[in-house]
Protein backbone atom coordinates (compact mmCIF):
# COMPACT_ATOMS: atom_id res chain seq x y z
CA UNK A 1 0.00 0.00 0.00
CA UNK A 2 1.99 2.64 -1.24
CA UNK A 3 -0.38 4.93 -2.78
CA UNK A 4 -0.72 8.19 -0.59
CA UNK A 5 1.81 7.36 1.92
CA UNK A 6 3.87 10.30 1.72
CA UNK A 7 1.25 12.54 1.32
CA UNK A 8 -0.31 11.13 3.84
CA UNK A 9 3.23 11.55 6.16
CA UNK A 10 3.94 15.00 5.07
CA UNK A 11 0.38 16.07 5.86
CA UNK A 12 0.77 14.42 9.75
CA UNK A 13 4.23 15.46 10.02
CA UNK A 14 4.39 18.91 9.15
CA UNK A 15 1.93 21.04 10.70
CA UNK A 16 3.82 19.72 13.89
CA UNK A 17 6.69 20.15 13.18
CA UNK A 18 6.52 23.94 11.85
CA UNK A 19 4.74 24.48 15.17
CA UNK A 20 7.54 22.70 16.89
CA UNK A 21 10.40 24.86 14.83
CA UNK A 22 8.87 27.86 15.34
CA UNK A 23 7.21 28.23 18.83
CA UNK A 24 9.91 25.70 20.60
CA UNK A 25 13.22 24.85 19.01
CA UNK A 26 13.63 28.13 17.30
CA UNK A 27 13.49 29.82 20.89
CA UNK A 28 15.20 27.84 22.53
CA UNK A 29 18.48 27.92 19.70
CA UNK A 30 17.91 31.93 19.80
CA UNK A 31 18.39 32.13 23.57
CA UNK A 32 22.29 31.13 23.39
CA UNK A 33 22.81 33.91 21.00
CA UNK A 34 20.77 36.26 22.96
CA UNK A 35 22.63 35.19 25.82
CA UNK A 36 25.72 36.69 24.52
CA UNK A 37 24.39 40.17 23.38
CA UNK A 38 23.18 43.46 25.39
CA UNK A 39 19.93 43.33 23.46
CA UNK A 40 17.39 45.09 25.20
CA UNK A 41 14.32 44.79 23.00
CA UNK A 42 14.95 47.11 20.36
CA UNK A 43 15.51 45.56 16.91
CA UNK A 44 18.46 45.82 15.39
CA UNK A 45 20.43 47.36 18.59
CA UNK A 46 22.34 44.17 19.70
CA UNK A 47 25.51 43.92 20.01
CA UNK A 48 27.49 40.86 20.20
CA UNK A 49 29.28 41.00 23.92
CA UNK A 50 30.87 37.92 24.45
CA UNK A 51 30.36 36.08 28.02
CA UNK A 52 30.06 39.88 29.56
CA UNK A 53 26.58 38.58 31.00
CA UNK A 54 27.62 36.03 32.21
CA UNK A 55 30.78 38.34 34.32
CA UNK A 56 27.89 40.07 35.45
CA UNK A 57 25.87 37.15 36.99
CA UNK A 58 28.61 36.66 39.19
CA UNK A 59 28.32 40.17 41.02
CA UNK A 60 24.77 40.59 40.93
CA UNK A 61 23.89 40.11 44.66
CA UNK A 62 19.78 39.37 43.99
CA UNK A 63 21.39 36.69 41.05
CA UNK A 64 23.92 35.37 43.93
CA UNK A 65 21.05 34.93 46.18
CA UNK A 66 18.86 33.08 43.98
CA UNK A 67 21.41 30.89 42.61
CA UNK A 68 21.57 29.64 46.67
CA UNK A 69 18.19 29.49 47.34
CA UNK A 70 18.13 27.79 44.11
CA UNK A 71 20.46 25.12 45.31
CA UNK A 72 18.81 25.27 49.04
CA UNK A 73 15.74 23.94 47.37
CA UNK A 74 17.26 21.13 45.03
CA UNK A 75 18.94 19.72 48.52
CA UNK A 76 15.84 19.72 50.87
CA UNK A 77 12.92 19.68 49.11
CA UNK A 78 13.63 16.04 46.75
CA UNK A 79 14.99 14.99 50.21
CA UNK A 80 12.08 16.31 52.22
CA UNK A 81 9.22 14.88 49.65
CA UNK A 82 11.25 11.64 48.64
CA UNK A 83 11.35 10.92 52.71
CA UNK A 84 7.81 11.55 53.29
CA UNK A 85 6.34 10.03 50.11
CA UNK A 86 8.68 6.57 50.35
CA UNK A 87 7.23 6.73 54.42
CA UNK A 88 3.71 7.12 53.42
CA UNK A 89 4.06 4.34 50.73
CA UNK A 90 5.54 2.04 52.94
CA UNK A 91 3.08 2.35 55.53
CA UNK A 92 0.44 2.37 53.10
CA UNK A 93 1.70 -0.71 51.87
CA UNK A 94 2.72 -2.71 54.84
CA UNK A 95 1.59 -1.31 57.85
CA UNK A 96 -1.24 -3.43 58.01
CA UNK A 97 -1.64 -6.88 59.79
CA UNK A 98 1.19 -8.66 59.85
CA UNK A 99 3.57 -6.00 58.52
CA UNK A 100 3.27 -7.00 54.91
CA UNK A 101 -0.38 -5.95 54.20
CA UNK A 102 -1.90 -3.15 52.35
CA UNK A 103 -3.51 -0.64 55.78
CA UNK A 104 -7.30 -0.66 55.16
CA UNK A 105 -8.29 2.79 53.19
CA UNK A 106 -5.24 2.95 51.42
CA UNK A 107 -6.60 3.97 47.90
CA UNK A 108 -8.86 6.55 49.76
CA UNK A 109 -5.55 8.20 51.39
CA UNK A 110 -3.57 8.20 47.80
CA UNK A 111 -7.03 9.77 46.65
CA UNK A 112 -6.61 12.55 49.26
CA UNK A 113 -2.61 12.95 49.06
CA UNK A 114 -2.84 13.00 45.29
CA UNK A 115 -5.17 16.17 45.38
CA UNK A 116 -2.44 19.37 45.80
CA UNK A 117 -0.47 18.01 42.68
CA UNK A 118 -3.18 18.54 40.15
CA UNK A 119 -4.07 22.31 41.66
CA UNK A 120 -2.31 24.81 39.61
CA UNK A 121 0.65 26.24 41.65
CA UNK A 122 -0.98 29.79 41.68
CA UNK A 123 -3.81 28.21 42.96
CA UNK A 124 -1.41 26.40 45.84
CA UNK A 125 0.61 30.04 45.95
CA UNK A 126 -2.85 32.12 47.03
CA UNK A 127 -3.78 29.07 49.23
CA UNK A 128 -0.96 29.26 51.21
CA UNK A 129 -0.84 32.94 51.15
CA UNK A 130 -3.87 32.71 53.58
CA UNK A 131 -2.68 29.65 55.48
CA UNK A 132 0.61 31.75 56.17
CA UNK A 133 -1.53 35.18 57.23
CA UNK A 134 0.08 36.40 60.57
CA UNK A 135 -3.26 37.43 61.92
CA UNK A 136 -5.97 35.61 60.13
CA UNK A 137 -3.95 32.48 58.27
CA UNK A 138 -4.79 29.10 59.53
CA UNK A 139 -1.02 28.27 60.44
CA UNK A 140 -1.19 30.84 63.41
CA UNK A 141 -4.23 30.15 64.18
CA UNK A 142 -3.86 26.39 64.80
CA UNK A 143 -0.99 27.11 66.47
CA UNK A 144 -2.78 29.51 68.84
CA UNK A 145 -5.39 26.72 69.20
CA UNK A 146 -3.48 24.36 70.60
CA UNK A 147 -1.32 26.46 73.34
CA UNK A 148 1.89 26.51 70.98
CA UNK A 149 0.65 30.90 70.40
CA UNK A 150 4.19 31.68 71.44
CA UNK A 151 5.52 30.12 67.83
CA UNK A 152 3.34 32.34 66.00
CA UNK A 153 4.74 34.11 63.58
CA UNK A 154 4.60 36.38 60.26
CA UNK A 155 5.92 33.88 58.00
CA UNK A 156 6.73 34.88 54.87
CA UNK A 157 7.95 38.98 56.61
CA UNK A 158 10.75 37.21 58.26
CA UNK A 159 14.25 36.68 56.27
CA UNK A 160 14.76 33.47 58.01
CA UNK A 161 11.24 31.48 57.85
CA UNK A 162 10.56 32.77 54.55
CA UNK A 163 12.39 30.21 52.49
CA UNK A 164 11.49 27.27 54.53
CA UNK A 165 7.70 28.49 54.25
CA UNK A 166 8.25 28.22 50.26
CA UNK A 167 9.75 24.83 50.77
CA UNK A 168 7.09 23.35 53.26
CA UNK A 169 4.46 24.70 49.87
CA UNK A 170 6.43 22.82 47.53
CA UNK A 171 6.83 19.55 49.67
CA UNK A 172 2.96 19.66 50.17
CA UNK A 173 2.03 20.20 46.70
CA UNK A 174 4.11 17.26 45.52
CA UNK A 175 4.34 14.56 48.00
CA UNK A 176 1.18 13.00 46.88
CA UNK A 177 2.30 12.48 43.59
CA UNK A 178 5.49 10.33 44.83
CA UNK A 179 3.26 8.45 47.52
CA UNK A 180 1.16 7.05 44.36
CA UNK A 181 4.71 6.51 42.28
CA UNK A 182 6.82 5.17 45.05
CA UNK A 183 3.19 2.79 45.62
CA UNK A 184 3.23 1.65 42.24
CA UNK A 185 6.56 1.06 42.61
CA UNK A 186 6.40 -1.19 45.93
CA UNK A 187 3.16 -2.66 44.36
CA UNK A 188 5.92 -4.57 41.74
CA UNK A 189 7.94 -5.98 44.19
CA UNK A 190 6.71 -9.66 44.82
CA UNK A 191 5.14 -9.93 48.30
CA UNK A 192 7.49 -13.61 48.49
CA UNK A 193 10.44 -11.06 49.64
CA UNK A 194 8.17 -9.50 52.43
CA UNK A 195 6.83 -12.84 53.62
CA UNK A 196 10.94 -13.85 53.85
CA UNK A 197 11.69 -10.74 55.72
CA UNK A 198 9.21 -11.31 58.07
CA UNK A 199 9.66 -15.05 58.71
CA UNK A 200 13.21 -14.15 58.57
CA UNK A 201 12.29 -12.15 62.05
CA UNK A 202 12.94 -8.37 60.20
CA UNK A 203 11.15 -5.44 61.87
CA UNK A 204 9.32 -2.78 59.75
CA UNK A 205 12.76 -0.70 59.90
CA UNK A 206 14.92 -3.54 58.58
CA UNK A 207 12.15 -4.64 55.82
CA UNK A 208 11.76 -1.24 54.19
CA UNK A 209 16.31 -1.07 54.53
CA UNK A 210 16.74 -4.22 52.71
CA UNK A 211 13.87 -5.21 50.43
CA UNK A 212 11.78 -1.88 49.88
CA UNK A 213 14.17 0.58 49.61
CA UNK A 214 16.82 -1.25 46.97
CA UNK A 215 13.93 -2.69 44.62
CA UNK A 216 12.32 0.79 44.31
CA UNK A 217 15.92 2.77 43.69
CA UNK A 218 15.13 2.82 40.19
CA UNK A 219 11.94 5.11 40.57
CA UNK A 220 13.66 7.36 43.89
CA UNK A 221 16.22 8.32 40.96
CA UNK A 222 13.51 9.20 38.49
CA UNK A 223 11.83 11.56 41.29
CA UNK A 224 14.88 12.76 42.19
CA UNK A 225 15.25 14.26 38.28
CA UNK A 226 11.31 15.45 38.92
CA UNK A 227 11.59 17.18 42.10
CA UNK A 228 15.09 18.69 41.45
CA UNK A 229 13.79 20.18 38.03
CA UNK A 230 10.84 21.42 40.01
CA UNK A 231 12.76 22.65 42.90
CA UNK A 232 15.07 24.90 39.95
CA UNK A 233 12.04 26.48 38.94
CA UNK A 234 9.50 27.62 42.11
CA UNK A 235 8.89 30.41 40.00
CA UNK A 236 5.24 30.53 40.32
CA UNK A 237 5.11 30.17 44.35
CA UNK A 238 7.46 32.52 45.20
CA UNK A 239 6.26 35.27 42.74
CA UNK A 240 2.72 34.59 43.94
CA UNK A 241 3.15 34.19 47.60
CA UNK A 242 6.22 35.88 48.83
CA UNK A 243 6.78 39.64 49.89
CA UNK A 244 8.68 42.11 47.53
CA UNK A 245 8.33 39.21 45.30
CA UNK A 246 11.25 37.31 46.35
CA UNK A 247 11.77 39.05 49.45
CA UNK A 248 12.18 39.56 52.45
CA UNK A 249 15.30 41.05 51.24
CA UNK A 250 16.17 38.58 48.63
CA UNK A 251 15.36 35.39 50.99
CA UNK A 252 13.09 33.49 48.52
CA UNK A 253 14.46 34.85 45.22
CA UNK A 254 14.81 32.27 42.70
CA UNK A 255 16.78 32.42 39.45
CA UNK A 256 13.25 31.87 37.68
CA UNK A 257 11.72 35.46 39.11
CA UNK A 258 15.34 36.78 38.37
CA UNK A 259 15.00 36.10 34.93
CA UNK A 260 11.48 37.50 34.43
CA UNK A 261 12.02 40.55 36.27
CA UNK A 262 15.28 41.48 34.18
CA UNK A 263 13.56 40.58 31.02
CA UNK A 264 10.04 42.00 31.64
CA UNK A 265 10.36 44.60 34.26
CA UNK A 266 13.65 45.89 33.16
CA UNK A 267 14.00 45.17 29.35
CA UNK A 268 17.86 43.25 29.84
CA UNK A 269 16.72 40.72 27.27
CA UNK A 270 20.10 39.52 26.40
CA UNK A 271 20.92 39.66 30.56
CA UNK A 272 17.98 37.47 31.06
CA UNK A 273 18.90 35.36 28.32
CA UNK A 274 22.06 34.65 30.09
CA UNK A 275 20.38 33.48 32.90
CA UNK A 276 18.48 30.91 31.23
CA UNK A 277 21.31 29.57 29.76
CA UNK A 278 22.43 29.36 33.24
CA UNK A 279 19.22 27.70 34.59
CA UNK A 280 19.54 25.30 31.82
CA UNK A 281 23.30 23.94 32.09
CA UNK A 282 21.67 23.33 36.08
CA UNK A 283 18.96 21.80 35.13
CA UNK A 284 21.39 19.39 32.71
CA UNK A 285 24.09 18.71 35.03
CA UNK A 286 20.99 17.71 37.49
CA UNK A 287 19.83 15.08 35.15
CA UNK A 288 23.22 13.79 34.17
CA UNK A 289 24.62 13.49 37.94
CA UNK A 290 21.14 12.34 39.72
CA UNK A 291 21.00 9.23 36.66
CA UNK A 292 24.48 8.30 36.96
CA UNK A 293 25.22 8.94 40.64
CA UNK A 294 21.66 7.09 41.13
CA UNK A 295 23.54 4.74 44.29
CA UNK A 296 25.02 7.32 46.20
CA UNK A 297 21.39 9.49 45.70
CA UNK A 298 19.14 6.49 47.31
CA UNK A 299 21.51 5.66 49.95
CA UNK A 300 21.43 9.55 51.11
CA UNK A 301 17.70 9.38 51.53
CA UNK A 302 17.91 6.56 54.45
CA UNK B 1 -0.78 8.96 57.64
CA UNK B 2 -3.90 10.21 59.27
CA UNK B 3 -2.02 13.36 60.31
CA UNK B 4 -0.35 13.63 56.18
CA UNK B 5 -4.14 13.58 55.53
CA UNK B 6 -5.35 16.25 57.59
CA UNK B 7 -1.99 18.59 56.50
CA UNK B 8 -3.45 17.44 53.15
CA UNK B 9 -7.49 18.31 53.10
CA UNK B 10 -7.63 20.86 55.94
CA UNK B 11 -5.73 23.99 54.06
CA UNK B 12 -8.67 23.00 51.42
CA UNK B 13 -11.50 23.24 53.07
CA UNK B 14 -10.47 25.89 55.11
CA UNK B 15 -10.62 27.87 52.22
CA UNK B 16 -13.91 26.55 50.91
CA UNK B 17 -15.49 26.85 54.15
CA UNK B 18 -13.99 30.63 54.26
CA UNK B 19 -15.60 31.33 50.73
CA UNK B 20 -19.00 31.18 52.47
CA UNK B 21 -17.98 33.49 55.45
CA UNK B 22 -18.49 37.52 55.94
CA UNK B 23 -14.65 39.02 55.84
CA UNK B 24 -15.19 39.94 59.16
CA UNK B 25 -15.98 36.44 60.55
CA UNK B 26 -12.69 35.63 58.43
CA UNK B 27 -10.68 38.57 60.44
CA UNK B 28 -12.22 37.40 64.22
CA UNK B 29 -13.20 33.77 63.96
CA UNK B 30 -10.95 32.23 61.35
CA UNK B 31 -11.98 29.11 63.03
CA UNK B 32 -15.97 29.05 63.08
CA UNK B 33 -18.31 27.70 60.54
CA UNK B 34 -20.12 30.65 58.61
CA UNK B 35 -23.18 32.11 60.77
CA UNK B 36 -24.96 32.12 57.85
CA UNK B 37 -23.72 31.08 54.11
CA UNK B 38 -22.84 34.11 51.99
CA UNK B 39 -23.03 32.95 48.54
CA UNK B 40 -22.98 36.17 47.69
CA UNK B 41 -19.07 35.97 48.00
CA UNK B 42 -19.40 33.86 45.03
CA UNK B 43 -21.42 35.74 42.96
CA UNK B 44 -19.08 39.01 43.68
CA UNK B 45 -15.93 36.96 42.82
CA UNK B 46 -17.92 35.62 39.41
CA UNK B 47 -18.68 39.07 38.11
CA UNK B 48 -17.58 42.16 39.77
CA UNK B 49 -14.03 40.24 40.43
CA UNK B 50 -14.12 38.66 36.87
CA UNK B 51 -13.30 35.27 37.90
CA UNK B 52 -15.97 34.41 35.32
CA UNK B 53 -14.12 36.12 32.40
CA UNK B 54 -10.78 34.52 33.32
CA UNK B 55 -12.89 31.08 33.48
CA UNK B 56 -14.21 31.74 30.14
CA UNK B 57 -10.63 32.64 28.46
CA UNK B 58 -9.25 29.99 30.06
CA UNK B 59 -11.88 27.50 28.66
CA UNK B 60 -11.55 29.17 25.14
CA UNK B 61 -7.57 28.64 25.31
CA UNK B 62 -7.56 25.41 26.80
CA UNK B 63 -10.41 23.24 24.56
CA UNK B 64 -8.81 24.81 21.84
CA UNK B 65 -4.67 24.08 22.56
CA UNK B 66 -6.42 20.75 23.81
CA UNK B 67 -7.68 19.59 20.71
CA UNK B 68 -5.21 20.56 18.11
CA UNK B 69 -2.31 18.90 20.97
CA UNK B 70 -4.53 16.00 20.73
CA UNK B 71 -5.08 15.74 17.04
CA UNK B 72 -1.04 17.22 15.66
CA UNK B 73 0.38 14.62 18.53
CA UNK B 74 -1.76 11.75 17.63
CA UNK B 75 -0.60 12.59 14.24
CA UNK B 76 3.18 12.68 15.15
CA UNK B 77 2.89 9.89 17.28
CA UNK B 78 1.21 7.59 14.80
CA UNK B 79 3.40 8.19 11.98
CA UNK B 80 6.59 8.36 13.60
CA UNK B 81 5.13 4.75 15.24
CA UNK B 82 3.82 2.93 12.47
CA UNK B 83 5.93 4.19 8.94
CA UNK B 84 9.47 3.43 8.80
CA UNK B 85 10.97 6.20 6.81
CA UNK B 86 14.63 7.51 6.74
CA UNK B 87 14.68 10.55 9.56
CA UNK B 88 11.84 8.80 11.48
CA UNK B 89 14.37 8.63 14.58
CA UNK B 90 15.64 11.87 14.33
CA UNK B 91 12.04 13.66 14.06
CA UNK B 92 11.41 11.13 17.28
CA UNK B 93 14.30 12.88 19.18
CA UNK B 94 13.15 16.68 18.05
CA UNK B 95 10.05 15.94 19.71
CA UNK B 96 11.04 14.05 22.73
CA UNK B 97 14.47 16.25 23.53
CA UNK B 98 12.35 19.05 23.95
CA UNK B 99 10.17 17.81 27.00
CA UNK B 100 13.42 18.39 29.12
CA UNK B 101 14.42 21.57 28.75
CA UNK B 102 13.42 24.65 31.11
CA UNK B 103 10.39 26.91 29.36
CA UNK B 104 12.62 29.77 30.79
CA UNK B 105 15.60 29.11 28.53
CA UNK B 106 13.02 29.71 25.71
CA UNK B 107 10.98 32.63 27.57
CA UNK B 108 12.46 35.66 25.97
CA UNK B 109 12.79 34.50 22.27
CA UNK B 110 9.00 33.09 22.29
CA UNK B 111 8.28 36.41 23.58
CA UNK B 112 9.30 38.48 20.09
CA UNK B 113 8.07 35.67 18.05
CA UNK B 114 4.64 35.42 19.21
CA UNK B 115 5.19 39.45 19.13
CA UNK B 116 6.28 39.33 15.56
CA UNK B 117 4.01 37.55 14.29
CA UNK B 118 1.27 39.75 15.84
CA UNK B 119 0.06 37.13 18.73
CA UNK B 120 0.88 38.88 21.98
CA UNK B 121 -1.80 38.80 23.92
CA UNK B 122 -4.50 37.00 21.67
CA UNK B 123 -6.12 33.75 21.81
CA UNK B 124 -4.97 32.46 18.64
CA UNK B 125 -1.04 32.80 20.28
CA UNK B 126 -1.81 31.23 23.34
CA UNK B 127 -3.50 28.58 21.43
CA UNK B 128 -1.00 27.60 19.19
CA UNK B 129 2.04 28.37 22.27
CA UNK B 130 -0.07 25.98 24.35
CA UNK B 131 -0.04 23.73 21.97
CA UNK B 132 3.51 23.63 20.64
CA UNK B 133 4.71 22.96 24.08
CA UNK B 134 1.83 20.02 25.24
CA UNK B 135 2.93 18.19 21.59
CA UNK B 136 6.27 16.85 23.01
CA UNK B 137 4.83 14.97 25.96
CA UNK B 138 1.56 13.59 24.02
CA UNK B 139 4.10 12.23 20.94
CA UNK B 140 6.07 10.37 23.57
CA UNK B 141 3.09 9.15 24.95
CA UNK B 142 0.89 8.07 22.21
CA UNK B 143 3.92 6.45 20.16
CA UNK B 144 4.37 3.92 22.60
CA UNK B 145 0.60 3.58 22.15
CA UNK B 146 0.38 2.99 18.97
CA UNK B 147 3.16 0.63 18.87
CA UNK B 148 1.10 -1.60 20.78
CA UNK B 149 -1.68 -1.72 19.09
CA UNK B 150 -1.97 -4.60 16.45
CA UNK B 151 -1.05 -4.74 13.13
CA UNK B 152 -3.29 -6.78 11.64
CA UNK B 153 -6.84 -4.47 11.60
CA UNK B 154 -4.76 -1.63 9.82
CA UNK B 155 -3.75 -4.34 7.13
CA UNK B 156 -7.58 -4.98 6.68
CA UNK B 157 -8.96 -2.08 6.49
CA UNK B 158 -5.88 -1.08 3.45
CA UNK B 159 -7.07 -3.95 1.90
CA UNK B 160 -10.71 -2.80 1.73
CA UNK B 161 -9.17 -0.10 0.37
CA UNK B 162 -8.69 2.87 2.80
CA UNK B 163 -6.62 5.94 2.11
CA UNK B 164 -3.34 6.22 4.84
CA UNK B 165 -5.78 9.03 6.36
CA UNK B 166 -8.84 6.71 6.63
CA UNK B 167 -7.00 4.52 8.40
CA UNK B 168 -5.68 6.48 10.74
CA UNK B 169 -9.15 8.67 11.67
CA UNK B 170 -11.76 5.38 11.62
CA UNK B 171 -9.23 2.57 12.10
CA UNK B 172 -6.36 3.76 14.89
CA UNK B 173 -7.60 6.82 16.99
CA UNK B 174 -10.63 4.80 17.89
CA UNK B 175 -8.37 1.64 18.95
CA UNK B 176 -5.90 4.22 20.26
CA UNK B 177 -8.79 5.55 22.65
CA UNK B 178 -7.79 4.85 26.11
CA UNK B 179 -4.55 5.83 25.72
CA UNK B 180 -6.18 9.49 23.63
CA UNK B 181 -8.21 9.84 27.04
CA UNK B 182 -5.32 9.39 29.36
CA UNK B 183 -3.14 11.43 27.93
CA UNK B 184 -6.10 14.10 26.97
CA UNK B 185 -6.96 14.50 31.24
CA UNK B 186 -3.13 14.94 31.58
CA UNK B 187 -2.93 17.83 29.14
CA UNK B 188 -6.38 19.65 30.12
CA UNK B 189 -4.55 19.61 33.76
CA UNK B 190 -1.63 20.82 32.29
CA UNK B 191 -2.96 23.89 30.12
CA UNK B 192 -5.54 24.27 32.52
CA UNK B 193 -2.65 24.62 35.10
CA UNK B 194 -0.20 27.22 32.92
CA UNK B 195 1.09 29.87 34.05
CA UNK B 196 4.55 31.00 33.02
CA UNK B 197 3.28 31.32 29.40
CA UNK B 198 0.01 33.63 29.91
CA UNK B 199 2.14 35.90 32.23
CA UNK B 200 4.71 36.38 29.36
CA UNK B 201 2.58 36.30 26.27
CA UNK B 202 -0.72 37.35 27.34
CA UNK B 203 -0.68 40.93 28.92
CA UNK B 204 -4.13 42.35 28.22
CA UNK B 205 -6.09 41.98 31.27
CA UNK B 206 -9.52 41.25 29.51
CA UNK B 207 -7.61 38.21 28.18
CA UNK B 208 -6.35 36.53 31.30
CA UNK B 209 -6.84 32.75 32.13
CA UNK B 210 -8.08 31.66 35.38
CA UNK B 211 -4.11 31.38 37.15
CA UNK B 212 -3.05 34.56 36.04
CA UNK B 213 -6.20 36.56 37.26
CA UNK B 214 -6.36 34.80 40.27
CA UNK B 215 -2.39 36.21 40.87
CA UNK B 216 -3.62 39.62 39.66
CA UNK B 217 -6.59 39.48 41.88
CA UNK B 218 -4.61 38.03 44.95
CA UNK B 219 -2.95 41.17 44.98
CA UNK B 220 -5.57 44.10 44.42
CA UNK B 221 -8.04 42.34 46.12
CA UNK B 222 -5.78 41.62 48.87
CA UNK B 223 -5.23 45.88 49.12
CA UNK B 224 -8.67 46.22 48.93
CA UNK B 225 -9.37 43.68 51.70
CA UNK B 226 -12.34 41.89 50.03
CA UNK B 227 -10.99 38.35 51.52
CA UNK B 228 -14.23 36.59 51.55
CA UNK B 229 -14.38 37.54 47.55
CA UNK B 230 -10.80 36.62 47.40
CA UNK B 231 -11.72 32.87 49.32
CA UNK B 232 -14.63 32.45 46.61
CA UNK B 233 -12.17 33.07 43.70
CA UNK B 234 -10.07 30.76 44.60
CA UNK B 235 -12.70 27.92 45.31
CA UNK B 236 -14.00 28.62 41.74
CA UNK B 237 -10.22 28.01 40.86
CA UNK B 238 -10.02 24.88 42.28
CA UNK B 239 -13.66 23.38 41.32
CA UNK B 240 -13.04 22.10 37.34
CA UNK B 241 -9.44 20.60 38.80
CA UNK B 242 -11.75 18.79 41.61
CA UNK B 243 -14.23 17.55 39.40
CA UNK B 244 -11.97 16.15 36.70
CA UNK B 245 -10.25 14.36 39.54
CA UNK B 246 -13.33 12.74 40.90
CA UNK B 247 -14.76 11.59 37.51
CA UNK B 248 -11.50 10.23 36.20
CA UNK B 249 -8.92 9.43 39.31
CA UNK B 250 -7.89 6.27 38.53
CA UNK B 251 -6.33 7.64 35.00
CA UNK B 252 -4.92 10.59 36.37
CA UNK B 253 -3.14 8.70 38.21
CA UNK B 254 -2.09 6.11 35.95
CA UNK B 255 -1.61 8.71 33.48
CA UNK B 256 0.83 10.79 35.45
CA UNK B 257 3.16 8.52 36.82
CA UNK B 258 3.12 6.27 33.79
CA UNK B 259 4.77 9.64 32.09
CA UNK B 260 7.13 9.78 34.86
CA UNK B 261 8.20 5.97 35.22
CA UNK B 262 8.73 5.77 31.57
Known sequence: MRYGRWRFLAGALIPALVLHVVFVLSPYAQAFYLSLTDWTGVAGEAHFVGADNYRRLAGDSLFVDAVRNNALLLVVVPLVTIAIGLFLASMLHLGGRGGRRAVAGSGAYQIIYFFPQLLSLVVVAVLWG?????????????LRALGLGGMAASWLASPSLALPAVMAVLVWSSVGFYVVLFSAAIDGIPVELFEAAVLDGAGGWATFRNVTLPLVRDTVQVAFVYLGIAALDAFAVVQVMTVGPGGPDGATEVIGLSLYRNAFQYGKFGYASAMGVALFFATLTLAVFALRGGRRSTVEVS | MLAWSVVTALPLLWAVVS???TDDEILNHPWSLPSTPQPGNWARAWTEASIGRYFFNSLIVVGGALALTMLLGSLVAYALARYEFRGNRIIYYTFVAAMFFPVFLALVPLFFVVQQLGLLGTYQGLILVYAAYAVPFTVFFLHAFFRSLPAEVAEAAFLDGCSHGAVFFRVMLPMARPG?????????????????????????PDRYVLAQGLAALSVSQGY??????????????????????????????????AGAVK
Open chain 1, 130 to 142: FVYNPNTGLLNGA
Open chain 2, 19 to 21: SFK
Open chain 2, 180 to 204: LVAVGIFNFLGLWNQYLLPLVLNPD
Open chain 2, 224 to 257: RSDWSGLFAGLTIAMLPVLIAYVAFQRHIRAGMT
